[in-house]
């Protein structure tokens, strides 16, 4: 069976993570929502109200992702930290399966719709001068879906296999071998969404490259190991001005796929809207 990790959302415990650490002015919020009345009903992330989280169904991650403070860069995320870690074994489970409503007002207005969820395998750590030390991150990207010219608003699954997820360093993918070797570095903050050096090429060695080759997942150098989860996120970032200003997510739910549950889910990310699967390109289960 699917494990659900959102619902409830707790969403005093989620914090933001903006390009604010590098001077930048991106914004983000994560807030419960009324999707049929699109009225708010509860506080923000990060702020103490009197409404009980674990009665939230629908989330809106949402802000403004500027571009002009950092010269084209930006980025916008909310963090949500476990501890005790979060446990989701690789025999047991295949990815991540994320139910989200079209924006109502996506079709007229040309707001950021390409998004990312992270993960972190590591414990966060903090450097003798108090500042956060960077760390691996593991991202999926994923684009949000447009409710379109028939005003169609069916909630629509979009899935995340681990096998698509990407290593990466400081915003920037980092080859597989090099994952395990990778120290934290003591001069610079936490800054899981950095743009820096992604205008460059950078020759990686996939989780998808290494499985074609016919390989186990499991012996592939660095491996994206999910038995101990210490951080889940949702980022909103400009790509190097590709995408810019007010953005909207609604998520009414987020889980751990079961390995057998469904056949996509140890390919690429896929989208399902209304129940009809689009395709079906790896299978590794």
């Avoid at 028939?150 to 681990?162: E, K, Q, R, S």
């Avoid at 990407?166 to 993918?173: I, L």
């Avoid at 057998?260 to 209304?274: F, V, Y």
Wanted: proline share 7%; aromatic share 8%; hydrophobic share 35%.
């Amino acid at each position: 069976m699917a494990k659900t990790l959102f619902p409830p959302w707790d969403l005093p415990d989620w914090r933001q993570v903006d390009d604010s650490v590098r001077g930048g002015s991106s914004v983000s919020y994560l807030k419960a929502v009324d999707a049929r009345s699109n009225l708010e009903e509860a506080t923000p992330s990060g702020e103490k109200g009197s409404g009980k989280s674990s009665d939230v169904q629908v989330v809106e991650f949402s802000g403004t992702l500027d571009i002009k403070t950092l010269g084209g860069a930006g980025f916008a995320s909310q963090k949500y930290t476990y501890n005790p870690p979060l446990t989701l074994s690789s025999k047991q489970y295949s990815g991540i399966r994320i139910e989200v409503l079209p924006n109502p007002d996506d079709y007229v207005s040309p707001t950021p719709k390409d998004f990312t969820f992270t993960i972190a395998t590591t414990p966060s750590r903090k450097m003798p001068n108090g500042r956060t030390a960077s760390r691996v991150m593991w991202e999926a990207n994923f684009r949000a879906p447009s409710r379109g010219r028939n005003g169609a608003a069916d909630p629509v699954t979009i899935y995340l296999p681990f096998i698509s997820f990407t290593a990466t360093y400081r915003g920037r993918p980092v080859p597989l071998h090099e994952v395990a070797c990778l120290a934290a570095d003591d001069d610079l903050l936490e800054d899981d969404g950095n743009e820096k050096g992604q205008d460059g090429a950078v020759e990686t060695v996939s989780q998808e490259s290494w499985a074609l080759e016919g390989k186990a997942i499991d012996e592939a150098p660095g491996h994206f190991h999910t038995e101990h989860i210490f951080e889940l996120g949702l980022m909103c970032r400009s790509g190097f001005g590709k995408q810019e200003g007010d953005f909207s997510l609604r998520i009414t739910s987020i889980e751990a796929i079961a390995r057998q549950e469904d056949a996509c889910a140890s390919g690429p990310p896929l989208n399902r809207r209304g129940g009809s699967l689009l395709g079906r390109l790896f299978r590794f289960c």
